[in-house]
């Protein structure tokens, strides 16, 4: 009976239930939009700073990350194989590193040099989707080499032209050979584009003298935000001599800046959440107070004050869940948009290398359940709450009081 | 009067001499210094150089030959092992080119690089071209003197681009060789040692011929220069030291 009654006091003031609605359709839709962009420059920045090159999780011999020493490496075997072959992992790396000098005719610079293998790596980092000129190593490359622009730039190289590289190896000779240029990549961050080669993993695994090693495994799993518990749970099934790094080891001042984002997020979620969830209660509650005289008829006609209570909170509850649908289905449309097509500001802004992630010039938005969930629920409860007040308001008021109570 | 003023004279004449004794004797360190610098090249030098390197990794043999050419020019080319032969570097001025036979390629060395170690060891690039100046970018002092040695103290000048913070020389007065050199860091911390050896004479010159570099951070490893052949004064033209003849082709 009250819920018949709940439904026809909705349908009968149309006006009054298409604003209230549309209110928190607007509010709701927004808020869901504004909480996927925050999550997109997070994701941005996050994966600037681990797609490019670190990955999620880095498997290496104990203490090579500090030092990067030549002399800590390792070979693949069972146990890694069967941790790589966990669900969360989506890709992997096999890498060798050597540091030595690069030299093109009368130019010559230092360099970082990273042996791959191109089919594995491209499901770590994004180089590939990076590159300004020629293209990206190929399976069967057997000298090509992949370089950042900076340092293309201080050779003064071209995709064809030859390079040579200087080394020392690891019995001691002096490593040298000559690599084809493929491609040239600009990620945007410096430390990268001025030093960064790509080369095929057997190609420095010869020049290095060190068959069949690796220095690390870089890992990129589906979950990034959680990689730490992730290393946690994988480092007991690893051999002894190997560790396991997830990216905020390796990037602490990145964990640091994702930290003051998160905070930084919060104060303005929070703002947001305020503004929001306000503008519904004082609809929904204005909508309320204005029957509390037609609240009144109905209690001198003999329904109970709880009865009152419930049909708003009826009311309150299928407009709120109604005007919330509708809200997430606009704020998935406009996130989904904005996740696939963006808005793109690099002509007034330049990328910021900060922390060794990159914000790029450019609004992204992600979806992410928890961002349509708990605006959604909060929402509601504040929109119940609107309703309740008034409701309660009115069912407090002698009849009398009620009817003639004006507005 | 008379006495008072003889007395001054007297003081004077003091002044001088100690002034003169103690300016004639910073020349001296500094040409004793460079003397000892340029112990194994002298105005030109044709020599030929066996090289062990030893790491906690890997031990090397490397035979060499090298020439130069007073202090600015410099080449030294492999001889053995095979898979290296060929290999040269040459220094003319501050520059220095290595040569690479198996991709046939001259590489000049970067001024970032010149720290890296040179041919494996444990000299680096800057001690090559930056070896020949100490003695013109240094202040000595005698810190000691003993019966058989002196203790010298370089210090460097002011704005003197140099990568040590202190070099102590010990060198042996009777036949004016060193026997140890150390050098400290900015920090004023030893880093490195260079003890020498196997004191002979050639063409005419007293020399240590064995000549060891041992790295302070890295107790396992070091570095040993042995000097087989050694000609002074050799006829050797400018244009020897060429980017043509590093590679070889003469």
């Known amino acids: 009976m009250l819920y018949q009654l709940a439904l026809r006091n909705i349908w009968r003031n149309r006006r009054r239930t298409l604003l209230t609605l549309s209110a928190m359709i607007i509010s709701s839709a927004l808020l869901i939009l504004a909480l996927g962009i925050f999550s997109g ?8 700073a681990t797609e490019q090159y670190y990955g999620h999780l880095v498997i290496s011999a104990k203490g090579y990350q500090d030092d990067r020493d030549m002399f800590r490496h390792f070979s693949m075997d069972k146990s890694i194989e069967n941790v790589l072959k966990q669900d969360e992992i989506t890709g992997y790396s096999q890498r060798l590193r050597s540091f030595g000098l690069l030299s093109h005719q009368q130019n010559s610079s230092p360099g970082e040099i990273l042996g791959i293998l191109p089919s594995q790596e491209q499901t770590v980092t994004g180089l590939q989707d990076s590159l300004i000129d ?26 064809g032209d030859q390079l040579v590289f200087v080394t020392q190896a690891a019995d001691g000779s002096i490593g040298n050979d000559l690599l084809l240029v493929r491609g040239i990549f600009s990620t945007g961050d410096i430390g990268y584009d001025n030093t960064l080669v790509l080369v095929p993993l057997a190609w420095l695994q010869q020049l290095l003298v060190l068959p069949g090693q690796i220095h690390e495994i870089a890992v990129k799993t589906d979950q990034p935000l959680n990689a730490a518990a992730l290393a946690e749970q994988y480092r007991v099934n690893l051999p002894d001599a190997l560790e396991i790094l997830d990216w905020g080891e390796m990037l602490p001042q990145m964990r640091e800046v994702v930290a003051s984002y998160a905070v930084s997020r919060m104060i303005i979620v929070t703002i947001l959440y305020l503004a929001t969830g306000l503008g519904i209660l004082n609809t929904f509650f204005m909508a309320v107070m204005e029957r509390t005289r037609e609240l009144g008829v109905l209690m001198a006609l003999g329904m109970r004050p709880g009865q009152i209570r419930t049909m708003i909170m009826l009311e309150t509850a299928i407009m709120g869940s109604l005007g919330l649908l509708c809200g997430a289905v606009v704020g998935i449309a406009l996130s989904l948009y904005m996740a696939l097509v963006g808005v793109d500001l690099s002509g007034t802004l330049t990328p910021i290398t900060y922390a060794g992630g990159t914000i790029l010039p450019r609004l992204h938005a992600v979806i992410e359940p928890a961002n349509i969930l708990i605006p959604s629920v909060c929402l509601l409860i504040v929109s119940l709450l609107a309703g309740f007040l008034p409701a309660n308001r009115a069912a407090k008021m002698q009849p009398v009081v009620a009817i003639r109570d004006a507005i | 009067m008379i006495f008072l003023s003889l007395l001054k004279i007297l003081f004077l004449i003091l002044i001088f001499l100690s002034g003169s004794v103690s300016s004639s004797l910073a020349v001296d360190l500094r040409e004793l210094i460079r003397a000892v610098e340029q112990q194994y090249t002298g105005q030109s030098s044709i020599s030929e150089v066996e090289m062990t390197v030893v790491t906690g990794h890997w031990e090397r043999h490397l035979k060499m030959e090298s020439w130069s050419l007073g202090r600015e020019r410099f080449l030294i080319r492999i001889l053995a092992p095979i898979k290296e032969r060929g290999v040269a570097t040459l220094k003319v001025e501050n520059e220095v080119w290595n040569y690479l036979p198996k991709v046939d390629r001259v590489i000049r060395i970067p001024p970032s690089m010149m720290g890296g170690a040179w041919m494996g060891s444990h000299i680096t690039n800057d001690d090559l071209v930056k070896a020949n100046h100490i003695d013109q970018d240094y202040n000595f002092t005698l810190l000691e003197e003993t019966n058989e040695s002196w203790r010298i103290e370089g210090i460097p000048k002011p704005d003197a681009p140099v990568i040590w913070g202190k070099i102590i020389y010990q060198i042996f007065k009777e036949q004016l060789v060193p026997s140890q050199i150390d050098y400290f860091d900015e920090e004023g911390i030893l880093v490195r040692q260079i003890l020498f050896d196997d004191v002979q004479t050639v063409s005419g010159r007293t020399i240590p011929l064995k000549m060891t570099v041992v790295p302070l951070e890295k107790p396992k490893e070091k570095t040993v220069m042995h000097y087989r052949k050694l000609q002074f004064d050799v006829d050797l033209k400018k244009d020897f030291f060429s980017l043509g003849n590093l590679k070889g082709r003469r």
Not at chain 1, 138 to 155: E, H, K
């Open chain 1, 41 to 48: 420059m997070l994701r941005d920045m996050l994966a600037s």
């Open chain 1, 134 to 159: 020629g293209h990206y190593l190929t399976a069967d490359d057997s000298n090509g080499a992949v370089l950042g622009s900076g340092l293309a730039q201080r050779l003064n190289v071209v995709p």
